[in-house]
């Protein structure tokens, strides 16, 4: 959730741009653009701001800079992956399984938390806000008698014909408002100022029905409820603050423009004159549950200069309005995908293109109290099975199944070769005995040893990473801080989906590297060998805190006729372990009857 708020903000500079913009086109086009079109052109930026707590990216969309990740990164020094042998193999299979981890110690984000309780400090501040006005509205609504003026009865009577409401909307005076307003989403009503009634004219009267009722028609106290929302989320957003004020503003400049398309044009210097009356009787609009007639003089100004520049809009002007929405609809989808603040789960990835033929299977019972996916990819028949479409189109750290593709990295860029991958143990203590001893490609890869690939690592440079991951499209591609610990609970992710479609590509080596570099990393990760073929994998586990919360099993089965290619992925509080998805991969291929382990 503290990673969440940072990104929240940034996505506001996101969200703050997209109104500056959208305030400058329709500020250059403001004479070309009816009342109603400026108002509703503000539509666009309040539905906008949802996007930011939605729990995924909109697909095919760019992501937010990798950098904004980068800020809920743990400190992954001596991160490794795994955990003890599987079970139900034969005893080779075991060892060749065997998978070790140490403990992480996770760094608290204190930027991150301070930034989310500020922010939900204020949240509170502005509930408090709401309810106390809220008790100021049930106040005036008490006071509030039915309005009793037969003749401002009939009048308003005929006004609800005329704009062909059928709906009975009550209307009540009150001595303790100064300006007409209409209140309530479910049960509307229409509030007058006592004076407006004892002062009763019956054409001015009729100005302020139509007028209100124009609020009731275009359901403005809807629109309210969802305004206030906004301000009491982006409380802090000082554009959004200004947004919404001008749309309250413009939301009576529409209710204008409207009133005054029903009047002739005789009309509308009346009505402009019934304004100008009012105003030194109305106050600045003080309850933000309501939309209410009255405003500051710079409000009244503006509505009074759009009534004297008032006419009826022609063909063309109307097309420059349509025009003027694409336009701002088209901004709209570009800001859309920088937008999703949501934590870990944020990068999407949907199932590889072309991937058509799928079958969604119920595989529950095979992963107990893991919330888990499964992925496999038949290559005869080109048919893909899926457990748990959402997690299997979610991106997360790939710890240690990722050595398959540093070893590969490493051997193309000549720091190992097949025949010469050893390098020597340079003494120093670690947690397992196997660790700390001199290490090849094979052993390295059977032990999941980290200083092994951390040394491959530290002999590349930034830019040969990125072009790498970027050559054999790994996952977001994403690296930044230590090169030595991108892999580990860090910046690099990838989904199930995609590490069985990275593992099909490797397999058929369509990324055009040396054939015998692709045999000395497959040697490295078989796993077993049976009457049903060789089967290669690797484990992974994201362990933080002491607390094993994630664990890969990826691999594939090479058998007489095509391939197939699996990837299990497993979370939980703790005991999420590389060993623990192995385990539920064979007992989910044994039922499907593409692996049967020896006794």
């Given at each position: 959730?503290?990673?969440?708020?940072?990104?929240?903000?940034?996505?506001?500079?996101?969200?703050?741009?997209?109104?500056?913009?959208?305030?400058?086109?329709?500020?250059?086009?403001?004479?070309?653009?009816?009342?109603?079109?400026?108002?509703?052109?503000?539509?666009?930026?309040?539905?906008?701001?949802?996007?930011?707590?939605?729990?995924?990216?909109?697909?095919?969309?760019?992501?937010?800079?990798?950098?904004?990740?980068?800020?809920?990164?743990?400190?992954?020094?001596?991160?490794?992956?795994?955990?003890?042998?599987?079970?139900?193999?034969?005893?080779?299979?075991?060892?060749?399984?065997?998978?070790?981890?140490?403990?992480?110690?996770?760094?608290?984000?204190?930027?991150?938390?301070?930034?989310?309780?500020?922010?939900?400090?204020?949240?509170?501040?502005?509930?408090?806000?709401?309810?106390?006005?809220?008790?100021?509205?049930?106040?005036?609504?008490?006071?509030?008698?039915?309005?009793?003026?037969?003749?401002?009865?009939?009048?308003?009577?005929?006004?609800?014909?005329?704009?062909?409401?059928?709906?009975?909307?009550?209307?009540?005076?009150?001595?303790?408002?100064?300006?007409?307003?209409?209140?309530?989403?479910?049960?509307?009503?229409?509030?007058?100022?006592?004076?407006?009634?004892?002062?009763?004219?019956?054409?001015?009267?009729?100005?302020?029905?139509?007028?209100?009722?124009?609020?009731?028609?275009?359901?403005?106290?809807l629109l309210n409820f969802f305004m206030n929302l906004s301000l009491t989320v982006y409380?802090?957003?000082?554009?959004?603050?200004?947004?919404?004020?001008?749309?309250?503003?413009?939301?009576?400049?529409?209710?204008?423009?409207?009133?005054?398309?029903?009047?002739?044009?005789?009309?509308?210097?009346?009505?402009?004159?019934?304004?100008?009356?009012?105003?030194?009787?109305?106050?600045?609009?003080?309850?933000?549950?309501?939309?209410?007639?009255?405003?500051?003089?710079?409000?009244?100004?503006?509505?009074?200069?759009?009534?004297?520049?008032?006419?009826?809009?022609?063909?063309?002007?109307?097309?420059?309005?349509?025009?003027?929405?694409?336009?701002?609809?088209?901004?709209?989808?570009?800001?859309?995908?920088?937008?999703?603040?949501?934590?870990?789960?944020?990068?999407?990835?949907?199932?590889?293109?072309?991937?058509?033929?799928?079958?969604?299977?119920?595989?529950?019972?095979?992963?107990?109290?893991?919330?888990?996916?499964?992925?496999?990819?038949?290559?005869?028949?080109?048919?893909?099975?899926?457990?748990?479409?959402?997690?299997?189109?979610?991106?997360?750290?790939?710890?240690?199944?990722?050595?398959?593709?540093?070893?590969?990295?490493?051997?193309?860029?000549?720091?190992?070769?097949?025949?010469?991958?050893?390098?020597?143990?340079?003494?120093?203590?670690?947690?397992?005995?196997?660790?700390?001893?001199?290490?090849?490609?094979?052993?390295?890869?059977?032990?999941?040893v980290n200083w092994y690939f951390q040394s491959i690592d530290s002999r590349l440079d930034?830019?040969?990473?990125?072009?790498?991951?970027?050559?054999?499209?790994?996952?977001?591609?994403?690296?930044?801080?230590?090169?030595?610990?991108?892999?580990?609970?860090?910046?690099?992710?990838?989904?199930?989906?995609?590490?069985?479609?990275?593992?099909?590509?490797?397999?058929?080596?369509?990324?055009?590297?040396?054939?015998?570099?692709?045999?000395?990393?497959?040697?490295?990760?078989?796993?077993?060998?049976?009457?049903?073929?060789?089967?290669?994998?690797?484990?992974?586990?994201?362990?933080?805190?002491?607390?094993?919360?994630?664990?890969?099993?990826?691999?594939?089965?090479?058998?007489?006729?095509?391939?197939?290619?699996?990837?299990?992925?497993?979370?939980?509080?703790?005991?999420?372990?590389?060993?623990?998805?192995?385990?539920?991969?064979?007992?989910?291929?044994?039922?499907?009857?593409?692996?049967t382990p020896e006794p």
């Amino acid at each position: 959730m503290a990673a969440f708020s940072i990104r929240f903000l940034i996505s506001n500079l996101y969200i703050a741009l997209f109104i500056a913009i959208l305030y400058m086109v329709k500020h250059l086009m403001k004479k070309q653009l009816s009342g109603r079109t400026q108002y509703r052109l503000w539509f666009f930026m309040l539905f906008l701001l949802p996007f930011p707590f939605l729990p995924f990216q909109p697909a095919g969309f760019f992501r937010i800079s990798s950098w904004i990740s980068s800020l809920q990164r743990t400190s992954l020094h001596n991160a490794a992956s795994g955990q003890p042998a599987v079970t139900g193999l034969n005893v080779a299979a075991t060892e060749l399984t065997r998978d070790l981890s140490v403990s992480v110690t996770g760094n608290p984000d204190h930027l991150g938390t301070a930034i989310l309780g500020l922010w939900l400090f204020g949240i509170g501040i502005m509930i408090l806000y709401f309810s106390y006005m809220k008790i100021h509205m049930h106040r005036i609504e008490r006071t509030a008698l039915p309005l009793q003026n037969k003749e401002a009865k009939r009048l308003y009577e005929d006004c609800m014909k005329e704009l062909f409401i059928r709906r009975e909307i009550p209307v009540y005076t009150t001595a303790y408002i100064s300006s007409p307003f209409t209140a309530g989403i479910l049960t509307p009503r229409i509030y007058l100022p006592l004076h407006l009634v004892s002062d009763f004219c019956g054409s001015d009267m009729r100005y302020m029905f139509l007028h209100e009722l124009q609020h009731y028609k275009h359901k403005d106290s809807l629109l309210n409820f969802f305004m206030n929302l906004s301000l009491t989320v982006y409380w802090f957003n000082p554009l959004v603050w200004f947004a919404l004020k001008r749309m309250r503003d413009e939301r009576e400049v529409a209710c204008d423009s409207s009133v005054l398309q029903m009047l002739g044009e005789d009309e509308y210097k009346n009505y402009g004159m019934v304004l100008l009356n009012f105003a030194r009787k109305m106050s600045e609009r003080t309850i933000p549950f309501v939309s209410e007639m009255g405003g500051n003089k710079s409000h009244i100004k503006e509505r009074i200069l759009n009534i004297a520049s008032y006419h009826q809009c022609s063909t063309k002007e109307k097309v420059k309005g349509i025009c003027i929405c694409i336009l701002a609809a088209a901004l709209l989808f570009t800001f859309i995908p920088l937008l999703p603040a949501h934590a870990e789960s944020s990068d999407y990835a949907p199932v590889p293109a072309g991937t058509e033929d799928i079958s969604y299977a119920d595989l529950r019972s095979h992963f107990g109290t893991y919330d888990g996916s499964f992925v496999l990819f038949d290559a005869s028949s080109k048919h893909w099975t899926i457990y748990n479409k959402g997690l299997a189109q979610t991106r997360f750290s790939p710890d240690s199944s990722y050595k398959i593709y540093d070893a590969l990295q490493g051997l193309e860029a000549g720091i190992i070769t097949p025949g010469n991958s050893q390098m020597a143990w340079d003494g120093s203590t670690y947690p397992f005995d196997s660790w700390m001893a001199d290490q090849n490609l094979d052993t390295a890869m059977h032990n999941s040893v980290n200083w092994y690939f951390q040394s491959i690592d530290s002999r590349l440079d930034r830019a040969s990473v990125k072009e790498y991951l970027h050559r054999i499209g790994y996952g977001n591609e994403q690296v930044s801080g230590d090169l030595t610990t991108y892999w580990l609970e860090s910046d690099l992710k990838i989904s199930p989906s995609e590490q069985v479609a990275l593992l099909r590509d490797f397999y058929y080596n369509k990324f055009g590297f040396a054939p015998e570099n692709i045999e000395a990393v497959k040697k490295a990760i078989l796993t077993a060998s049976g009457p049903d073929g060789s089967l290669y994998g690797k484990t992974g586990t994201g362990q933080i805190d002491g607390q094993e919360i994630r664990g890969w099993f990826i691999g594939f089965i090479e058998r007489s006729e095509n391939p197939v290619f699996f990837a299990c992925y497993i979370q939980d509080e703790e005991e999420a372990t590389g060993s623990r998805a192995s385990d539920i991969t064979y007992s989910i291929l044994k039922d499907m009857n593409i692996w049967t382990p020896e006794p």
